[in-house]
Nanobody, 114 residues
Framework: VQLVESGGGLVQAGGSLRLSCAAS????????MSWVRQAPGKGLEWVSA???????SYADSVKGRFTISRDNAKNTVNLQMNSLKPEDTAVYYC?????????WGQGTQVTVSS
C-alpha cells in the first residue's frame, strides 16, 4: 500500500486549496478513504471520509467548507478546502483502513495565515 499526498501550501484566510492523495497497492475502488489532520501541538483529528459507493461524511469543524471526492479511474481521493481559517493549519494525512490496519501517507502541510 502506498499513499502519497500533494497540494498543501500557504494560503491566506478565506482562500482555497485542493489536496490530492494518490493510492496504489490495493483495489482502491473497494475501500473507504479518509482525511485526518494534526495541528501543531495537538492530536489527530478526523476530517472527512468517502466510502466505496461515494457517500461522504465530514467533521462539524469543516462541514460546508470542505468537499471530499474520489476518482476510481485515477486511484485518487481529493479534498477541496474552501473558506480556509487559521485553525485549519495542520498536516493533512490520507488514510486507508484495511484488514484491521491503518495505512497513512506522509502528509502534506497546510498553513493558513490570518
Amino acid at each position: 500500500v502506498q499513499l502519497v499526498e500533494s497540494g498543501g501550501g500557504l494560503v491566506q484566510a478565506g482562500g482555497s486549496l485542493r489536496l490530492s492523495c494518490a493510492a496504489s497497492g490495493f483495489t482502491f475502488s473497494s475501500y473507504a478513504m479518509s482525511w485526518v489532520r494534526q495541528a501543531p501541538g495537538k492530536g489527530l483529528e478526523w476530517v472527512s471520509a468517502i466510502n466505496s459507493g461515494g457517500s461522504t461524511s465530514y467533521a462539524d469543524s469543516v462541514k460546508g467548507r470542505f468537499t471530499i471526492s474520489r476518482d476510481n479511474a485515477k486511484n485518487t481521493v481529493n479534498l477541496q478546502m474552501n473558506s480556509l481559517k487559521p485553525e485549519d493549519t495542520a498536516v493533512y494525512y490520507c488514510k486507508l483502513f484495511r484488514g484491521g490496519e491503518n495505512y497513512w501517507g506522509q502528509g502534506t502541510q497546510v498553513t493558513v495565515s490570518s
